[in-house]
């Protein structure tokens, strides 16, 4: 057993120094922490001015929400619904008749000047509202923009003959009612053959995208408005085209062009390009410089460009 113990626990020199080797290298791994935080001295950093830094920033956060609290509500911001909190925070509306109101008016209640000019343009076009629903066909107000100024909107009582007599233009030899395409709203559309509420909400909410129809033919493209749809309610139809909304080939951005149905990205893109390159539109017969506006293309997108 004495033998079996030395020959299996001796060790030669070279192993002995070997292992004094590592047993000097663990030791050194243990102690070296304690040893340099012994002669490294720590940096003691002054965070006071930072501190104060912050402190100033505090305050005049405070005092700029105390300041706008009235403009901007950010204690009642709903995440759940972003669109609608932007809008109740950035307007502020009053009473008013949108009919002829003053561009410094709808400017105090919050909205943006692309806003405004397009309203200023429907009224110079001859475009009226004649029911509170008129303001949200207007392109560029939305509908949760519709929705906080809604019950400020107070149009005369003298107007709602007018407004009948601009959803029902006249009446065909058979005494049936026709629908004006561009203020009639989705009871209205409803009367036609063929049409319940999905399709004219559909109906709608492409006239919003274009801007208003200028012919009836564009009700066919409308997703899901065949021929023979097409057919059953046209007779009972018509079209004011002085109330489309139209964009200013001139001041339009990128992003309000691309928007347009008849537009689209590349379009959009190709008119940036030629207004940079040449200066202002002289005309709207200008943007056929562009390769990809065609004939067709340039009959159906003309009725919503302006140069004014």
Known sequence: MKQFIKDYFSFNKRERNGLFIL?????????????????IQKENVDFSAFRKDIA??????????????????????????????????MLHPFNFNPNNLPAEKWKEMGLNDKQIK?????????????????????????????TVLEP?????????????????????DKNTEIIELNSADTTDLKRLKGIGTWFAKKIIAYRNKLGGFYKKEQLMEVKGIDSSRYAGFISYVSVNSFRITTININTALYDELKMHPY??????????????????????????????????????????????
């Open 263 to 308: 537009i689209g990205f590349n379009i959009a893109l190709s008119i940036i390009n030629i207004r940079n390159v040449h200066g202002k539109f002289a005309s709207v017969a200008d943007i056929k410089k562009s390769a990809l506006i065609t004939d067709k293309i340039y009959e159906k997108l003309s009725p919503y460009l302006t140069v004014n």
């Open 23 to 39: 047993l000097l290298i663990l030791v050194i791994i243990i102690i070296a922490p304690y040893v340099i935080s012994v002669f």
């Open 152 to 172: 400020y909107i107070q149009i005369p009582g003298k107007n709602k003959a007018f407004d009948k007599k601009e959803k029902v233009i006249y009446k065909n």
């Open 118 to 146: 397009i309203i200023k343009n429907f009224e110079t076009k001859g475009g009226k509202f004649f029911k509170k629903e008129d303001l949200k066909k207007i392109y560029g107000i939305t509908e949760s923009d519709y």
């Open 56 to 89: 100033k920033f505090e305050r005049s956060l405070k005092e700029t929400t105390e300041e706008n609290k009235d403009s901007f509500k950010y204690n009642e911001f709903d995440y759940n619904n972003v669109n609608r909190s932007v809008a109740e925070n």
